[in-house]
Nanobody
């Protein structure tokens, strides 16, 4: 199983980015998916999660109302739409998949990508 994130970059405050996560290995559709972020020296922070059939989503308090998680099981892909970005959103963002959904929310899944860097500054 391999997860590959993309879409990170540098943006000004108030801007938007859309992160993508491509999964290989044939197990994407049977797993919940989540996004976490981390800065050097800090703990990994939960950002968002979506259940296997997109029935349920959860967001971290810091991103509620600004970020949207989605997925397409036919394409083995997931996304994180990030709007109204703030300086404090700067981090490396990681995609993860696993079961159950609650585990993805509270600590992440069994599989992780290598991350994509997001930098928000003026």
């Amino acid at each position: 199983v391999q997860l590959v994130e993309s879409g990170g970059g540098a943006v000004q405050p108030g801007g938007s980015l859309r992160l993508s996560c491509v999964a290989s290995g044939g197990i994407f559709s049977i797993n919940a998916m989540g996004w976490y972020r981390q800065n050097p020296g800090k703990e990994r922070e939960f950002v968002a999660a979506i259940s296997r059939y997109s029935f349920t989503t959860r967001y971290g308090d810091a991103v509620k109302g600004r970020f949207t998680i989605s997925r397409d099981n036919d394409e083995n892909m997931g996304w994180l739409e990030m709007n109204d970005l703030k300086v404090e959103d700067s981090a490396t963002y990681f995609c993860t998949i696993g079961q159950p959904f609650s585990a993805v929310v509270t600590g992440g899944g069994d599989y992780w990508g290598q991350g994509t860097q997001v930098s928000v500054s003026s």
